[in-house]
């Protein structure tokens, strides 16, 4: 190996690094019968353009500098294929900015950590034991006068060059990111997405966003006399954002044991929407917060408690203000995550509860458990309701936050053997405690009367069992759960349930709603007019048809509408209709047009917000 790698470092790194690229394949990419001779014509050329400058410019160093690539590449392979497992996405330079929080998720990058995936630093390891054994020592320091001929590089520079361009290029149009980055090769897509300036894209004029235009992309007219208009009226609004809570706990029994039960009375005594949809992006928790809050759709890239907390935005906490009301926001992990803190001020928030508030008593994970956060907060709403002007209320729960390893003294029920040391089972379990606690906020407040005088929204904020992060035994899991494979549409389904006393009844609804459908739906309840206020949700009691965006989670210009939910290819022609499971009515296909419209609305949002005036900074 010795002679090899000191006399040919360029194929033996080359060797090393297609290798590397071909676990990244496998695991990412979905045709597994490429996924040799693809990392060699797709990221070989840009491994090699790297090794051509090495031999360009490097006379002494050589050996180090091509452990400082193979490094680096292996590193980027590494973070690919973490991010990758957990979201389903290709990560990008753009994901940098959430860096600083990588330490409070730790526990959730450990748990997606295969050791197997560590071997990928292997050779590393062994390279660094090799150049510090004294025999070698010479030998490395006269690794410099082994050239490769000046021709034979600059040859295979140029088609190098040429042969990444060629993979570029013709693939820069591609909605698809995941298409997009195994067309291109993952180096040169890495390499593309840093330099090429997406925003750059101008941003359509915003005397033509009106809520007409934004209607007509949708296919939607609003009502004259909705139904359900005002039937709230009057009442507190309390928004439980649950983490992490899919569709699939709702009546889901394990060997015959209820995992949700107070989740399950709610959705069966009230309006219970079972196909609704989670539309959030970099941002997670907190992109549902601020769709929900908002009625636009999340930012390209980015959270956008990063992106659009510049800008005084139209929200729901406003609304309700102008309405008479009080506003204000609990969760139990510091404001600074998430950069919450700014998002809050973005949406005109009165007031938030957070760490500093909850305490750190009966801490899981980030912070207080799920019943601190509803006994603390249960004392505020009841004080807030004793003065006598109505509030709107958040809650954002967080005990069932992924790895989902809730301690033991947390534990309320007995998992099935089959299921204990899965993600599926630890799920369950943390859920079957958030559900707990969970009823314990419900009995509170029916107790002390805030119940009775409120309007209750519920929904999950996104997935928590990412398709991608099952092994083969927890993929069999979901399976029996289901009852047949899950899929991606099962992924990001997540339960909207609406509860009043005096205004709901026991009513599953069918029609297609996501987060963004939140605040039309509630303001039409409370009797709000919504003139004035540009939305992209709609109401959902008053609209059976919609059409739902979706990116982040999904490739771009995927999207929900009908039955159906379509993931481009390239581009419409060669993308996927997925029918929505469990739908037994025959689907119609999504068609081009609704397609294009549904991304001239993720445009139109993007624009709006971009344009909108900035929020006004208290002086220092
Ligand atoms: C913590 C919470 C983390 O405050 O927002 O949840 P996540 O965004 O990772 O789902
Ligand atoms: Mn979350």
Request: glycine fraction near 6%.
């Amino acid at each position: 190996m010795n002679q090899f790698l000191t006399k040919r470092p360029f194929l033996f790194f080359s060797l090393l690094l297609i290798l590397k690229s071909a676990l990244a394949y496998l695991v990412i990419f979905e045709t597994p019968a490429s996924w040799l001779w693809k990392p060699l014509l797709n990221e070989l050329p840009f491994i090699w353009i790297l090794f051509c400058l090495i031999e360009f410019f490097s006379a002494k160093r050589k050996i180090l500098l091509y452990m400082i690539v193979n490094l680096l590449l292996t590193g980027l392979f590494f973070a690919v294929i973490m991010y990758y497992q957990y979201y389903g996405v290709i990560v990008t330079y753009h994901a940098l900015d959430q860096v600083n929080q990588v330490t409070a998720v730790s526990n959730s990058v450990f748990s997606l950590l295969h050791p197997y995936y560590l071997l990928i630093f292997t050779d590393i390891v062994v390279l660094i034991l090799m150049a510090f054994r004294n025999r070698n020592r010479k030998m490395w320091r006269n690794l410099g006068s082994l050239r490769m001929p000046k021709s034979v590089t600059t040859v295979v520079f140029v088609l190098s060059l040429s042969l990444c361009l060629f993979q570029v290029l013709p693939n820069r149009a591609s909605m698809n990111e995941i298409k997009k980055a195994e067309e291109m090769g993952i180096l040169n897509y890495e390499a593309f997405t840093l330099l090429a300036d997406e925003k750059k894209e101008k941003p359509v004029d915003k005397e033509a966003i009106t809520q007409q235009a934004v209607n007509e992309l949708k296919g939607i007219n609003e009502p004259a006399d909705p139904q359900f208009h005002g039937a709230a009226a009057g009442k507190n609004l309390i928004i439980i954002q649950m983490e992490s809570f899919q569709n699939f706990l709702i009546d889901l029994k394990l060997d015959g044991q209820e995992v949700t039960p107070n989740m399950n009375k709610l959705a069966h005594e009230n309006f219970y929407f079972n196909k609704f949809y989670q539309q959030v992006g970099q941002g997670n928790t907190s992109d549902a917060e601020f769709v929900v809050n908002s009625s636009f759709y999340v930012p390209p890239h980015g959270a956008a408690s990063g992106e659009y907390v510049d800008k005084e935005l139209p929200s729901q906490p406003r609304l309700f203000e102008a309405n008479g009301y009080d506003t204000a926001t609990f969760h139990t992990n510091i404001v600074e995550f998430w950069n919450r803190g700014e998002l809050y001020k973005a949406l005109g928030w009165n007031r938030y509860y957070d760490q500093q508030f909850f305490g750190d008593e009966d801490k899981i994970f980030f912070g207080s458990s799920d019943e601190v956060l509803y006994r603390k907060t249960s004392e505020k709403l009841k004080e807030m309701d004793d003065s006598g002007k109505p509030f709107y209320a958040q809650l954002i729960s967080l005990s069932a936050h992924h790895p989902f390893t809730i301690p033991e003294r947390k534990y309320k029920m007995t998992l099935p053997e089959r299921y204990e040391g899965t993600m599926v089972g630890d799920y369950v379990r943390a859920q079957n405690y958030a559900d707990y606690a969970l009823g314990q906020f419900i009995d509170t407040l029916k107790a002390n009367g805030v119940w009775q005088n409120s309007l209750i929204v519920v929904y999950g904020d996104h997935v928590g069992l990412p398709k991608f992060s099952l092994d083969s035994k927890e993929a069999g899991l979901m399976k029996e759960i289901y009852g047949r494979d899950y899929d991606y549409s099962d992924m990001i389904n997540i339960p909207l349930i609406i509860a009043g006393d005096g205004v709901t009844s026991p009513r599953t609804f069918d029609q297609v709603g996501g987060q963004v459908d939140v605040l039309p739906t509630v303001a039409n309840l409370m009797g709000f007019s919504l003139d004035g206020q540009l939305h992209f949700g709609e109401d959902i009691l008053n609209q059976p048809y919609n059409l739902l965006p979706q990116r982040y989670y999904l490739p771009s210009g995927s999207m929900i509408s009908g039955e159906v939910l379509f993931i481009p290819g390239n581009d419409y022609d060669d993308g996927t209709q997925y029918p929505l499971k469990g739908t037994d009515s025959g689907s119609t296909d999504i068609t081009e047009d609704e397609y294009r419209n549904a991304l001239d609305l993720l445009r139109y949002s993007d624009s709006y917000i971009r344009q909108l005036p900035d929020r006004e900074q208290p002086a220092e």
